[in-house]
């Protein structure tokens, strides 16, 4: 199947405003021309890493949900490398920084960044291995396409500049066109209720995502 006509290409494009909205952050086009403040991007930093729970615990679900032992390793996998290689990025991230001790660690699920967490575990609670998996490409697949973007133009910050390759390359990469290629397989065997339901959820993890992202600038 082509990209054109695969599912995941159509939720995308089904979201086409709420996808070009997100890519045009402002968080995005700071860190992207290397203008971003330290202190912003330290709390963004915070506000992400407290987000790497709630992903761990939204890939669990996905895990004891997946159809099969061959789907669960391979989201084990994806689980191993988020609360290991992930994780110490921003542990080195602060120290680079310089951060105190006491502003290293990942800030609780609060005002704009909630409705993200709050998504994600619902999902995850109460809803089947293919709507976890359409949340966890909104995000994902995001990140993927703009870092890819602004990893050509390299901050001088080396702290920025390694948050950017982690979601541009490597295992990150293999992981999304894994959960991609599950959508592509999946998506059309579901009844039209659920397939509208994906793309719903799709749009509405990128719609948390523009709010997740203006919690830095938030007083």
């Not at 506000?47 to 761990?56: K, L, Q, R, S």
């Not at 890819?148 to 490597?170: E, F, M, Q």
Request: hydrophobic content about 45%.
């Amino acid at each position: 199947m082509s990209e054109k006509s695969s599912f995941s290409e159509g939720m995308r494009v089904h979201s086409d405003r709420t996808w070009n909205a997100i890519l045009g952050h402002r968080f995005f086009r700071e860190v992207a021309t290397d203008a971003i403040d330290d202190r912003v991007f330290a709390r963004y930093l915070r506000i992400e890493y407290g987000f790497v729970d709630t992903a761990a615990r939204a890939l669990g679900y996905a895990v004891a949900k997946a159809p099969s032992f061959q789907e669960r390793r391979r989201l084990g996998l994806g689980l191993y490398g988020l609360v290991t290689d992930q994780e110490q990025v921003f542990v080195d991230a602060f120290e680079r920084m310089g951060a105190p001790d006491n502003e290293r660690t990942g800030l609780a699920p609060l005002g704009l960044a909630l409705p993200l967490h709050a998504l994600f575990l619902t999902v995850a609670e109460t809803e089947a291995y293919e709507e976890i998996l359409a949340c966890t490409l909104a995000a994902e697949w995001m990140y993927l396409t703009w870092c890819s973007t602004a990893n050509k133009s390299p901050s001088s910050r080396g702290y920025i500049r390694d948050w950017v390759a982690l979601h541009a390359g490597g295992e990150f990469v293999q992981h999304v066109a894994w959960v991609r290629s599950e959508i592509d397989t999946r998506g059309p065997t579901l009844t039209e209720a659920r397939q509208t339901r994906l793309s719903a959820l799709f749009e509405e993890a990128l719609e948390a995502e523009i709010a997740f992202h203006d919690a830095p600038y938030a007083d």
